[in-house]
């Protein structure tokens, strides 16, 4: 079964990842919860397996046999995916301490450069569900993605 999922693979990555940053985006926009410096180091990857996944799946159309390589290398960014997100998750708990710093860049403010501007602390858990964090949920599902990707790379191929 998992050899069948490998040419739809990036299609399936692409659908997870968006609906992750959607769901950041949302909790943003319509939540007001704004995201620390290393909840935006999270939405990267997720970018970055966006990029990946529409790239690898161009690529499969002429060239079917790199699908393994495709989730191979979906995997590996999903996997970095997950160890920034428990990296977060270790820094929320306390058990690793970590100094929450922006780069802001001045010159291109939309509002008031007088204004105070305050960066979200990292160690802080602003929203969880069942005692898990944004960033929790990030590291499981990017764990288990990651995980999947692997086994779909490494499945046989399907004999007719």
């Given at each position: 079964m998992l050899s069948r999922l490998?040419?739809?693979?990036?299609l399936?990555?692409?659908?997870v990842s968006a609906a992750m940053l959607?769901?950041?985006h949302a909790f943003q926009r319509f939540g007001g919860l704004q995201p620390c410096p290393l909840c935006l180091d999270q939405r990267n990857w997720h970018w970055g397996v966006l990029g990946f996944a529409a790239l690898s799946y161009a690529v499969m159309?002429?060239?079917?046999?790199?699908?393994?390589?495709?989730?191979?290398?979906?995997?590996?960014?999903?996997?970095?995916?997950?160890a920034q997100a428990a990296f977060h998750v270790a820094v929320e708990q306390g058990w690793v301490i970590?100094?929450?710093?922006?780069?802001?860049d001045l010159d291109n403010l939309a509002f008031d450069v007088n204004a105070?501007?305050?960066v979200p602390q990292c160690d802080k858990v602003l929203?969880?569900?069942?005692?898990?964090?944004?960033?929790g949920y990030?590291?499981?599902?990017?764990?288990?993605?990651a995980l999947a990707s692997f086994a779909v790379a490494l499945a046989p191929e399907r004999r007719a």
């Open positions: 490998r040419p739809i693979w990036p399936i990555a692409i659908f959607g769901a950041a159309r002429w060239k079917p046999a790199y699908a393994r390589w495709a989730a191979i290398g979906l995997g590996l960014i999903l996997l970095g995916s997950a970590y100094r929450c710093e922006a780069n802001i105070p501007v305050e929203w969880s569900l069942f005692g898990v964090s944004m960033a990030n590291a499981i599902i990017s764990l288990i993605l």
